[in-house]
């Protein structure tokens, strides 16, 4: 599939120096809960760019530190806490400090170029609400789904083919521009989450960071007639709980630093295509 040319073009930045300079960020910022105002609130984004979640309905609830959420809000707001400093110190992207929240029937979607929905295997989007999503996504909007794994592909499945019976989820290749566009991403290391890690993780395995997840990483998308890249599935990963547990000396750091890599180079793609 031919992949659309243009927009800004960023140097590519060394692995080394890339990761050092976020791992360095993300430790910079304290554990602790910060205060934040209501983030359903405010009719425009809070800056130049801002990060919507998508509200659903859902009675299931998950979370760590004591934190129970709605499945939607998983990691929240410890990975915002932790990711979106990391974006404004590395680029010079304008960055709301927290994300806005939003039901996908809400009018106030499309002046927000990155929508993110948490946990799409409890996701059912009504009639409406997968009408409003493909006008998003057709306007130019881009859609990154995180944290769902093994039987959870079946309701996402479901779900997005609904928004678009007639586009197929195909692999993401190693060269599309959303892999290279800032951080040259030539790796396809699984991300786990942090209650992976917590049963099955292994230190002395060869050294390397080791986690039992329910099967292999994958990286799905779903592009438009011009081969821009709209939608991006994080599947049997938890890029949310790398964010949240950056400053966990549990969690690995160069898997938080993968984790950043990702975010960032799909905010810079969703801003500038």
Sequence with gaps: MMRKEGGARWQHVPRRIAMAALLASSLAIAAGSQNFKDPTEGERPDAEFQ???????????????GIAQPMWAVDYPLAEAHFLPA?????????????????????????YPFIWIQQPGYWNPTGKEVE??????????????????GRDWDNFE???????PDRELVD???????MQIFFSI??????????????????????????????????????????????AANYNMDIGDAWEHADDPGYPLPMTAFAYQLGVNYVIYAITH
Aim: hydrophobic residues 35%; aromatic residues 12%.
């Design 51 to 65: 990060i919507a979640r998508i509200m659903y309905g859902t009675s299931a609830r998950a979370g760590s530190r």
């Design 132 to 149: 409003r999503l493909r006008e998003y996504l057709l306007r130019g909007g881009f859609l990154m789904l995180d944290d769902f794994h």
């Design 158 to 164: 479901y779900a997005i083919s609904r928004v678009f």
């Design 186 to 231: 030539d790796q396809r290391t699984q991300i786990p989450g942090d209650r992976h890690l917590g049963r099955f993780f292994n230190r002395s395995f060869n050294g390397e960071a080791v986690a039992q997840m329910e099967g292999p990483p994958e990286w799905r998308g779903i592009y438009d007639d011009h081969g821009r890249l709209m939608v």
């Design 172 to 178: 993401i290749p190693k060269d599309d521009q959303a």
């Design 87 to 111: 974006l404004r110190r590395y680029t010079t992207v304008d960055t709301a400090e927290d994300t806005r929240h939003l039901a996908l029937t809400d009018d106030r979607i499309f002046q």
